[in-house]
C-alpha cells in the first residue's frame, strides 16, 4: 500500500510547470465568450434590443416574438464562436451548477440537418427535478422541473456550449435553486434603499447591490490526491497528523507564488476575463498551499453567477496543471480553513456608494443610516445570518485558525463607533438647539477625514466594516454566495422599510426632517449597542459577554439552521415573499439532507480506511517489533531488560490504538445504523448523525494520528500532511 505512496511522491517531486501560453491583453480578450449587452446591440434589430431593455428594466416575462428574435441572435453569435450546444445553466440546491447539453441539431423535412434555437428553447426548459435536491416539494407523480432564462445574468460560451443562466424552479412553482429568491431579495432592497435615498437625493431612482467576493482555495498534487480516499471522497483529510512545520513561521502568506501555481493561475485568470469575470488579485495565503482569488465587484447577481462559474472553472482548470483545487472549508486540521469573504454594499444609478461617507453633512447622514440600519438588520436576524452559511465543512472552520467566531456581531471600527456614540449622547426627542445641532452636523461632517485613516482591521469579525463596504466573513468557501445574499439583502430592505416608517411617523407628527432622522437613527444605533462588538471575537470573555447579551452562541450546524423556522424568520422570509412556507421548509429540510448524507459519506470512508489501510499497516509494524523483541532476547539476552522494555512499550501502544480503532468504528458503525432506523425523518436523522455519530470522527482520527507518528514511515500508506502541503 506504501507503494501507491511513495510513487505518488515521486511523481508529484518531478512535476514541471505546464508550458506557459502567451495570450492576448486583458483588454482585448475580456468577456470575448459572453453575450454582452453590446453583443446585443449588434446582433438585434433596433427595436428588438429597445424592447430587451424595457424588459430588462421593469423585469416583465418576455413575449415570445422577441424571444425568438434573441435566440435568433445569441445562436448566430454563438455558432460564429464554433459554439454546438446549448444548456440552460442553473444553481440547484446541492451548491454546485446544473447544465444539460442539448446540440444545435435538428432535422428539417427535407432531411437536412440545420442549427436550430428558438425563443422557446431560450425561455424555458425542462429538466428532471427529481434528481435534485427538493426536500420533498417534488412528487412522485409530477418530477418535472423548469428553468426560465434571468436575462439579468448574459449567456456565454463555456467550451462549446452556450450556456443561458435561468432559475430553477418545480413545475408546481415552487424555486428549487439560490437564484430564485435571491433575485427576489436583490428587487426588495432596491426598492426600500431607492425610498430611503429619497429623504437625500429625489434623483435617486434604482438602488443595486454589490458583491465582490474573495475565494479561497487550496491546491494539492493530482498525484498525492489520488492516494488520499479521503480528500477524492470527501474533499478533505478525514486524517493526517500536522506537519512538524506548517503556518507558524508565516512565511506563505503574500510569498512568492510558486511557478508550477502561477502558471495554473495565469490560465484560470485568462479563462475567467474571457468568460467575463473581473478577476484582479491573487496571492498566496495564509496556510501553506492556501492561495486567494478576488474579482472586482460587480451587482450581486452576476457576481453570484461568477463566483459559480469560477469554482467550476477553477477545478477544470486546476486538473489541467495536475493539480486539484479544494474548494472545501477546512481541508487540513489545525491549519486555517477557506472562506469567501463576501463584501457587500449598495450602489445607487447616480453612482453613489451608499456605504462610503462622502463629501458633506447630507451625504453622510445618508452614510450612516445604510451604515446603521445594515447593522440593525445583522442585530434582528443574527441567527438566521449564522443559518444561512453553516455546513458541515464550515462548521469545522469557524471559530479557529483565524476564521471568524460563530457569533454573530458587527465591527464598525473605532471612530465610527466613536460617533455614533456622540449621536446616542446628543440627540435625543427633544428639540435641539441650534448650537447642538451645528455641532453634530459638523462632526458627521468629518467622517471621510476620519475614515481616512480607518485602517482598523479586525480580523476576528465574521461582519467588519471595511471602509467603504461590509464584509461578511463567515461565507464558507465551497458555498453558494446566493444563500447569503438572499438574508443579507432581505433583511437589510427589511430595516431599510422600518426606519422609512418610523422616520415618516416623526415627520407627520411635525419634526423636522433632519432632525426625524437623527431621532430614529439614534434609536437604532441604540438597539445595536447589542450587536456591535470591537473586540477579539476569538476569547472567552466574548463568547461569555456574547450570552449576556442573548446573541446565539451554538456553534453547530444542525442547532444553527433552527432560525429559519423561528417566527422572525418567517415574517421576514414569507412575509416579504422571497419563500412561500413550503419552500422555507424544504430548504430547511435540504440543508439537512446534505448535512446528514455528507456526514455519513465521511464516517463510512473513514470506517473503512480506518480499517483497510491503518489497522493492517499497524499490526504489520507491529509484528516487526514483535520479531525484534524475540531477536533480542536470544541474542542479547543480558541487555534485553534495557532494550526490550522500550520495545514491548511501543508494542503495547500500538496494541492500544489498533483496539481501540476498532471498537470505536464499530461503535460509529452501530450509531449509524440506530440513527437509520429511528429516525425516518431527514432532519431528526441528521440530528441524530450530529449528535451520535459526528463525535467518532474526530475520536477515530486521534488514534490514528498517533499512530502514524509510531508506524514505520517506509510503510504508511497515506500521503501525510507535510508532503501533501508543501511544494518541492
Ligand atoms: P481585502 O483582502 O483587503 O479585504 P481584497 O482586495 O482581497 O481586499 O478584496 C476586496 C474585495 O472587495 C474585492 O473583490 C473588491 O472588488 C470588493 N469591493 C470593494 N469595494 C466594494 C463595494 N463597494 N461593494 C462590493 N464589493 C467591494
Ligand atoms: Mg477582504
Redesign the pocket.
Known sequence: MAKIRFSALQEAATRQPVERKVHGRVSEVFGCDVFTIEKMRQYLSREAFRQLERTMAEGEAMDRGLADQIAAAMKAWAVSKGATHYTHWFHPLNGATAEKHDGFIDVQENGNIIEAFDGRMLVQQEPDASSFPNGGIRNTFEARGYTAWDPGSPAFINRNTLCIPTVFVAYTGEALDYKTPMLKALALIDRAAVEVCQYFDKEVRKVIA?????QEYFLVDEALFNARPDLKLCGRTLMGHSSAKDQQLEDHYFGAIPERVEAFMEELEQECHRLGIPV??R?NEVAPNQF?L????EEANL?VDHNQLLMSTMKRVAKHHRFRALLHEKPFKGINGSGK?N?????TDTGV?L??PGKNPKSNMQFLVFLVTTTKAVLEHEALFKACIVSLGNERRLGGDEAPPVIMSVFLGQQLDAILDEIEQKVSSRKMSPDEKTELKLNVGKIPEIMRDNTD?NRTSPFAF?G??F?FRAVGSSANCGAAMTILNAAVAEQLTAFKQETDALIDKGVKKDEAIFQTLRRYIIACRKIRFEGNGYSREWHEEAARRGLSVDNGCIGALRAYLTPKARKLLVGMGIFTERELEARYEIKHEIYLKKLQIESRVLGDLALNHIIPTAIRYQNTLIENVRGLKEILPGMYDEVGTVQLKAIREISEHITEIRTLVDEMTEARKHANNTFADTTARAAAYAETVLPYLDRIRYRIDKLELLVDDEIWPLPKYRELLFFK
Open positions: 454589490t458583491l465582490g467576493w474573495e484582479k488579485t496571492h486567494e478576488a474579482p472586482i465587484f457576481a469573504h463584501n457587500w454594499s449598495l450602489l456608494n456605504l462610503s482591521r471595511t467603504n463596504r464584509e
